[in-house]
């Protein structure tokens, strides 16, 4: 039963905006990270905060990206997020359709 607590309570923190407490003195749960929505591709550069456009293709391609500011590299581990880059190529793959598709309508 104290899992069903611990779920509950953590599903409740999700629309709350204060940080969940411990439950036990041995037990606690981590934050939920905020997440920012964007219409701009890309994320923030850990280091300096400035704003890094990353596009889909440029995340399949492997390729490292490098904030110009303060010149921090940053490499995708090809293993922990092979379920992230296929889920990409599949995204990427739609999206190449649903533009040729739209394209041939328009002809």
Known sequence: MNWFIKIKKWFAGLFQKQEIQTLTPTETFEKTPQVEISRSPGINC??????LVVSIQHLISLEPVVCP???LELEIDEQKS???LDSLRKLQSGLNQ???VRQESQL
């Not at 850990?46 to 704003?51: F, K, L, W």
């Open 82 to 84: 092979r379920g992230a």
């Open 69 to 71: 500011s303060c010149g």
């Open 46 to 51: 850990p280091e300096c905060a400035t704003r």
């Open 98 to 100: 649903a533009a040729k």
